[in-house]
């Protein structure tokens, strides 16, 4: 069964931080990590932060300068790390990778279960 898992989450004090990891894992013969997008309560979902095939990121206005998004291929992993937290980048966070698993030839979307990410004193 192929799956994206993200893990780090949890509660921190504003201005903390935190640092989200998404792990694929499965018969995954290629990993392309996308972005990282999060969801509060009553909206809707929004991207963080992407990551193209070349390398480049681009950022949400209110987490410029804040988060940073990296990836390993080669390990099938994605990370956001966020610093300087705000009460308003409460969210469940989720990860977006393209992967081409063995035998199939073409890469699919997938998208992990989510984490929450709380900031509150």
């Known amino acids: 069964q192929v799956q994206l898992v993200e893990s780090g989450g949890g509660l921190v004090q504003p201005g903390g931080s935190l640092r989200l990891s998404c792990v694929a894992s499965?018969?995954?013969?290629?990993?392309?990590?996308k972005g990282w997008y999060r969801q509060a309560p009553g909206k809707e979902r929004e991207l963080v932060a992407a990551?193209?095939?070349?390398?480049?990121?681009n950022y949400a206005d209110s987490v410029k300068g804040r988060f940073t998004i990296s990836r390993d291929n080669t390990k099938n992993t994605m990370y956001l790390q966020m610093n300087s937290l705000k009460p308003e980048d409460t969210a469940v966070y989720y990860c977006?990778?393209?992967?081409?698993?063995?035998?199939?030839?073409?890469?699919?979307?997938?998208w992990g279960q989510g984490t929450q990410v709380t900031v509150s004193s």
């Open positions: 990551v193209t095939s070349g390398g480049s990121t």
């Open positions: 977006n990778a393209n992967l081409m698993l063995y035998g199939s030839g073409s890469y699919s979307d997938y």
């Open positions: 499965g018969r995954i013969f290629s990993f392309n990590g």
